[in-house]
């Protein structure tokens, strides 16, 4: 056993334990967190497989984010206000149901990363960077001016959404359902890394040229990494709005991609856990930071600052040396 | 629509554009020369209007005002190229959109700390303010006139800069190889830190000459970083030609948009639908501007590089 899957299980045990403390001394607050931190690992963990596997730096996956908050914001406020969405040609009608909204947040920002992803893989490099960076503008500046769902002030969801058999309200069981989504995302990404698809994304990312030579197409094997990266993000943008029981444009806004690429690095890029290790230490930051001082993002900065000049290959990287699939 | 308020529209959006401008050169030149990103040029635009809002509020000078912003921005990103910088230039872009992400964090929550949350403001001097009457009956605020005439001064320094002295030669020759020019003896990481002072110099003057017209707070700085990246990557990144262009395009385009889409949806649609429609695709019109170029031109206008 590496030094790193012995990280990744004890990341994992921490994930179990520490909920179930919280959950015996009765400190609702801290399963708030925690489910906080699951969620944005989720969707770091959406952003990995194209910034990781990949090497596209996406600075525009807040737009799959939003658009996941969106999904479940449009179907829940519908179906709390009793109005349909769509009358004619067909029926469509809200609900408030986590498995159809996650279906949907999954589908749409799909199809959205999709389209940004068949645009923005033309270009490489910096345009890349700022391509995707200007379609999450996009999003957000549409969410902001476009008034049926609240515009500018965003949209507030009054009972969290529920799940067949579950108390979706009772904060350990909602953690239950994010900690089971990110596990079996997870091992979907463990698989895809090591499956056919994911070791040819790997090669892409070193060399191009030698996977076009093998004859496969290094621009469908990111578009379908990109694809599948945005629908994991939009999950995770469901969740998170249904945690807060509010959506609002800042979940598309530039500062949300930075975030969730910053938790990714602060990690440790292309690893496994690098995400769930990212979001769960900024998560803590905050809370222990935020409570010693109003500035603590001065705190975040210089330590971000020296990770990124100093402790490269992330949290993971520093405690488990090289990983095999890590240049 | 009448002709006077479409000519007022047009020379907001060269206002806009000139000071775009102002802020992109210098991240353009500092991609072209050094091949960064710097995600913290908004923060020197931010430094450059508090410094000036803060010399402003204990001299009661303008032209003080603005000397102090050019110079604190300036120095503050010699300093930080000195110290931060200069490691990234051999890293790849996700390390430097990091690093400059952070530096971000702590310029913002620096300035909040210094100078607390509430906005300062930054008057007009009284010799600028009030509107001129331009031929054809246009009353125009003399200020946003003198921004457009300074913004274009400044494009004409930086020209001459670049074509005529012999520190434009050198980042000329940076540009395109960096070994040659250390091998002939040119002091390299001075050179950089001078590109990256003039570039942060310009931001912060930009942000006391817009810093006027609105209102002076932490997070000033960022939706112009934004912009400015759009101008830089549609002209072109490295191209202060592309730059320039671009800068006027994403002005009036913003500008325009903001008025004539709304006007034209009215021709076929209700008039509050139309113009919530009009303001909502206004508001994207510069994104869809800059992706088009892209799609096109995946390396902008008039970019050489990738």
């Known amino acids: 056993m590496t030094r790193e899957s012995l990280f990744n299980i004890v990341m994992m045990s921490l994930l179990i334990l520490f909920p179930l403390w919280a959950w015996i001394a009765d400190e609702p607050f801290m399963i708030t967190l925690a489910t906080k931190a699951v969620i944005l690992a989720l969707a770091g963990v959406g952003l990995n497989i194209a910034l990781g596997l990949g090497g596209l730096v996406s600075l525009g996956h807040a737009a799959f984010f939003g658009i996941g908050g969106y999904a479940m914001g449009i179907l829940a406020s519908h179906a709390q206000s009793y109005s349909p969405i769509l009358e004619s040609p067909f029926l469509i009608e809200g609900t408030k149901s986590m498995p159809v909204i996650w279906l949907v947040a999954i589908i749409s920002s799909g199809l959205a990363a999709l389209a940004i992803g068949v645009l923005s893989l033309r270009t490489t490099g910096v345009y890349f960077i700022m391509i995707t960076l200007a379609f999450g503008q996009m999003l957000f500046f549409f969410s902001i001016s476009w008034p049926a769902y609240g515009g500018e002030d965003g949209l507030p969801i009054y009972v969290r959404n529920g799940f067949p058999g579950l108390n979706t309200l009772d904060p350990i069981q909602f953690y239950g359902i994010c900690f089971a989504i990110l596990a079996v995302v997870l091992f979907f990404c463990a698989r895809l890394a090591k499956s056919p698809f994911g070791l040819a994304l790997n090669a892409a990312r070193q060399t191009a040229e030698r996977v076009e030579t093998v004859g496969i197409s290094p621009y469908r094997l990111r578009l379908a990494a990109f694809t599948i990266s945005g629908m994991i993000t939009g999950l995770a943008g469901a969740l998170f709005a249904d945690l807060n029981r509010f959506v609002s444009p800042t979940m598309f806004s530039w500062q949300t991609s930075g975030e969730i690429m910053v938790f990714v690095i602060l990690g440790g890029v292309a690893r496994l856990f690098g995400p769930v290790v990212g979001a769960a230490l900024f998560i803590l930051l905050e809370h222990l930071l935020g409570g010693l001082s109003d500035y603590w993002h001065i705190y975040l900065g210089l330590l971000l600052l020296l990770i990124v000049l100093f402790a490269r290959g992330g949290v993971i990287g520093t405690f488990a040396g090289k990983g095999a699939n890590h240049d | ?306």
Request: net charge neutral; glycine share 12%.
């Open chain 2, 1 to 306: 629509m009448s002709m006077i308020l479409l000519a007022e529209q047009v020379l907001n959006g060269l206002q806009l554009g000139i000071m775009l401008f102002v802020m992109a050169a210098g991240l353009t030149l500092v991609f072209g020369v050094m091949g960064l990103i710097n995600l913290a040029h908004g923060s020197l635009f931010m430094i450059g209007a508090f410094a000036a809002a803060a010399v402003a509020g204990a001299t009661g000078s303008f032209v003080l005002a603005l000397i102090a912003a050019l110079s604190a921005a300036a120095a503050v990103g010699a300093l930080v190229e000195v110290v931060v910088i200069r490691r990234l230039y051999n890293r790849d872009h996700l390390d430097q959109v990091l690093a400059t992400f952070a530096l971000i964090l702590i310029f913002s929550e620096g300035t909040r700390w210094l100078f607390g949350s509430f906005p300062l403001f930054l008057n007009i001097p009284s010799y600028l303010a009030g509107p001129v009457s331009l031929p054809g009956g246009i009353e125009y605020p003399l200020y946003r006139l003198t921004l457009i005439a300074v913004g274009l001064l400044i494009a004409l320094g930086l020209f001459l800069l670049i074509s005529r002295t012999r520190l434009g030669i050198q980042i000329r020759a940076g540009e395109n190889d960096r070994e040659m020019i250390a091998a002939l003896g040119i002091d390299i990481s001075k050179l950089y830190t001078i590109v990256f002072a003039i570039g942060a110099g310009l931001a912060g003057l930009a942000g006391a000459l817009v810093g006027a017209i609105q209102s002076v707070q932490v997070g000033m700085g960022e939706p112009v970083l934004i912009l400015a990246f759009v101008v830089i990557v549609i002209g072109g990144i490295g191209s202060i030609k592309g730059a320039l262009i671009a800068s006027i395009l994403v002005g009036l385009t913003d500008t325009l948009g903001g008025v004539l889409l709304p006007a034209l949806f009215k021709q076929f649609m209700e008039a509050s639908a139309a113009t919530s429609a009009g303001s909502s695709l206004s508001s994207m019109l510069i994104y869809i501007l800059m992706a088009g170029v892209l799609i096109v031109r995946p390396t902008g206008l008039f970019g050489a590089r990738a």
